[in-house]
């Protein structure tokens, strides 16, 4: 069984370029979260979701940030006009169900944006 | 709100030396709470949990026993090894009054371990 595959692992773009980082769910898994690490912090949540559904999206940047989880195809999160202080790791996580107490997340290995 | 509190590393330690990484947390209900390792270059996997207060959670010659008295998860390990090398990051998720499973992290805790 497949981990949680995230891909690309390492992108670089110029500020005001797109990014596009995919996350594509452990197999039976239906709950997706969405990770960013900052150079010498901890991880933040981000996003929650589920097959076409945000869940959670508390710890979304207002603008230019944007998450999916089609019916069909990984998750996809993505970053409008990127700028330096986008430059960070992120991670995906999914889930096999919703809440409930102890319930194990894992993670994928990352995708480590940085911009230009 | 909920937050997690680590020791500051970085921590260096000779093999076979005892590990303890201090974690405090606050919850406004009844969270479960995890340690996960990170090594580097690689994501987060999870090295153990605890649900309730007084469980125990172990992997690999790791334990940490949920204390809701002093609000604390301390990650020990009696002998460290050169594999062990990594940041560990305690977390917790509180699901109790209707919050989500999101996992709340410290900071990170940097181990060396040197031969």
């Known amino acids: 069984n497949a981990g949680v595959m995230q891909n690309p692992r390492h992108l670089v773009r110029r500020r005001g370029q797109e990014a596009r980082l995919r996350c594509s769910p452990m197999?039976?898994?239906?709950?997706v979260y969405w990770y960013r690490q900052l150079p010498e912090e901890g991880l933040k949540f981000m996003v929650y979701?589920?097959?076409?559904?945000?869940?959670?999206e508390s710890g979304m940047p207002k603008e230019r940030f944007s998450a999916e989880f089609p019916k069909e195809g990984p998750s996809i999160l993505r970053i409008q006009q990127v700028v330096r202080g986008d430059s960070a790791a992120y991670f995906c996580a999914s889930s096999p169900r919703g809440p409930s107490s102890g319930n194990t997340i894992y993670f994928g290995e990352g995708s480590w944006l940085t911009v230009v | 709100g909920n937050s997690v509190t680590q020791m500051e590393g970085p921590v260096t330690l000779s093999e076979e030396a005892f590990l303890t990484i201090n974690c405090t947390y606050t919850a406004t209900g009844y969270p479960s709470l995890f340690w996960y390792v990170q090594y580097p270059g690689e994501g987060l996997q999870l090295l153990l949990k605890a649900t309730k207060a007084d469980d125990k959670g172990s992997n690999k010659g790791f334990e940490a026993t949920y204390r809701k008295e002093t609000t604390s998860f301390h990650l020990e390990k009696g002998s460290v090894q050169v594999s062990d090398s990594a940041v560990y990051f305690c977390?917790?998720?509180?699901?109790?009054?209707?919050?989500?499973?999101?996992?709340?992290f410290g900071k990170g805790t940097k181990l060396t371990v040197n031969p």
């Open positions: 979701l589920q097959k076409e559904n945000i869940i959670d």
């Open positions: 197999k039976g898994h239906s709950h």
């Open positions: 977390a917790l998720s509180d699901l109790s009054n209707g919050g989500s499973e999101k996992l709340v």
